[in-house]
């Protein structure tokens, strides 16, 4: 059996609720009716009733028995029968009249009982009950007589229960109607708030299937539209992540490909006897296994980035010294490209807490790319600064340059421009997203823009641990 749903459950726990709270209301008006109500006019009358016992006591000292009262029905109601002509001259009779009509109205003159004082029965209500209340009536310290009422229960449980029944025929009627209308707005309140979550729950399918496409209107600006909203974006997230998987994987492939291929043709042209195994071949086919082995060993490092794994050894290290000695050691590479290194340091020592292999490889990768990619007569310049307890590298070549929207996408894996900077120049692609994540672990940033060279300007920022001054003392 299918197990119902939201909406469903949603409209059924409102229709429980509404159908709970009727039923506990009209249990308790009955119970309320019977203990409160009912109670309230018993006390009324027991008042009456203990208002009238002077007035009979009265009556008996002056006549000196119960005898004149018997047979006396007008008699008795006049002693017993309204509370208000009894009261006394001094008291404002208006205060107490409409407790005294509401007592006479419902009957509590005639639910009284006299009886002597051997509890016989004089003149009242003919019959005693066994729940009633009874007070002595008391002349000069003797108990001459019994004044009894019975309860309004007692006399009146028919017409209560007629009452009631009345009652609670009315209350069902009020509590089916209440409960249909509490199911009908029950029913619209879950289509209305679940309708977008059901929504959200297709799309969530969907994506989950591998429909990156997949959107959701959003509509109003309340929390099931943040949710809409916040979706749509997790799904731009992901179509995102999925076309750079399969480019990743892509480029990767082509890669590996190209390199295998040539050593794969040369080895099969030496099998062949085609090509002659010559110290020319021979080095290229080195150049190409190096090729390979550049590429797997950036990719491990990148993986090992991706999830942290990378190891850096953090020491206090003068950037000073290590930018002079990577400079020094590259300027016999820009010479056979053709280009000029110039350096620009402050003279003093820069001191940065940071690992000297890694910071070795970020500025090999930086200067290689720049040498890499410059055309032949150009110019590099490397700069250091310290701005703001931050240790600014600069790193300026000339032409040619990359377009201003395409400058974000030179740190992303095998990403590479095409024309003046394109595959012809070689290297792997992923040597700038190494260094992003090399000074991303040393709490920098790296960023590129254009250089007024007329190439690219690379600028690091790393912290440093030492003022400039502190570190030359």
């Not at 209107?217 to 750079?244: I, S, W, Y």
């Not at 260094?435 to 690379?458: F, Q, T, Y």
Request: aromatic share 6%.
């Amino acid at each position: 059996m299918k197990r119902p749903g939201i909406t469903a459950r949603l409209a059924l726990y409102v229709l429980a609720l509404a159908t709970l709270i009727v039923v506990a209301m009209s249990v308790a008006g009955r119970i309320s009716f019977k203990r409160d109500f009912l109670g309230t006019l018993n006390h009324q009358a027991v008042e009456r009733m203990e208002a009238a016992l002077p007035r009979l006591g009265q009556a008996y000292a002056e006549h000196g028995s119960w005898a004149f009262m018997q047979g006396r029905e007008d008699l008795w109601y006049d002693i017993v029968g309204s509370e208000v002509r009894a009261l006394p001259q001094e008291h404002d009779r208006h205060a107490d009249l409409p407790s005294a009509v509401a007592t006479d109205l419902l009957g509590a003159g005639r639910r009284l009982t006299l009886l002597d004082a051997q509890r016989h029965f004089v003149i009242g209500f003919p019959v005693l009950l066994h729940h009633n209340e009874q007070r002595p009536v008391v002349v000069n310290g003797q108990v001459v007589g019994w004044l009894a009422m019975a309860s309004i229960q007692s006399v009146a449980d028919e017409v209560v229960d007629q009452f009631l029944d009345g009652q609670l025929r009315g209350s069902l009627l009020l509590g089916v109607a209440a409960i249909l209308l509490s199911s009908l707005v029950a029913w619209w309140l879950a289509r209305s708030l679940l309708g977008p979550v059901r929504s959200v729950a297709r799309a969530s399918h969907r994506l989950a299937a591998g429909d990156y496409s997949t959107r959701i209107e959003v509509k109003g600006h309340d929390e099931v539209a943040q949710l809409a909203q916040d979706f749509n974006q997790l799904a731009v997230t992901l179509d995102r992540n999925e076309r750079m998987r399969r480019d990743y994987m892509a480029d990767v492939s082509h890669e590996l490909r190209t390199p295998l291929a040539v050593l794969r043709g040369e080895l099969e042209a030496m099998e062949d006897g085609v090509h002659a195994p010559t110290p020319e071949s021979l080095r290229m086919l080195q150049g190409e296994v190096a090729t390979l082995t550049q590429l797997v060993g950036d990719l491990h490092e990148l993986a090992l980035a991706d999830v942290g794994a990378l190891s850096y050894r953090k020491v206090d290290l003068d950037l000073t010294r290590l930018l002079e000695e990577e400079s020094a050691a590259f300027r016999p590479r820009c010479t056979e490209a053709g280009l000029e290194l110039s350096l620009q340091s402050p003279g003093e020592s820069v001191t940065l807490l940071a690992d000297e292999a890694r910071m070795r490889q970020l500025l090999h990768n930086v200067l290689e790319n720049s040498v890499r990619y410059t055309a032949k007569g150009g110019r590099l310049l490397l700069q250091l600064r310290v701005e703001d307890d931050q240790a600014v590298l600069d790193l300026h070549d000339s032409a040619p340059g990359v377009a201003p929207e395409l400058l974000p996408r030179l740190f992303e894996r095998f990403y590479r421009v095409e024309a003046s900077r394109g595959r012809a120049s070689g290297g792997s692609g992923l040597g700038l997203s190494i260094c992003r994540r090399i000074v991303e672990a040393h709490g920098g940033r790296i960023e590129a823009r254009a250089s007024h060279l007329g190439g690219v300007w690379m600028e690091i920022r790393l912290p440093v641990t030492l003022a400039p001054t502190e570190a030359a003392t």
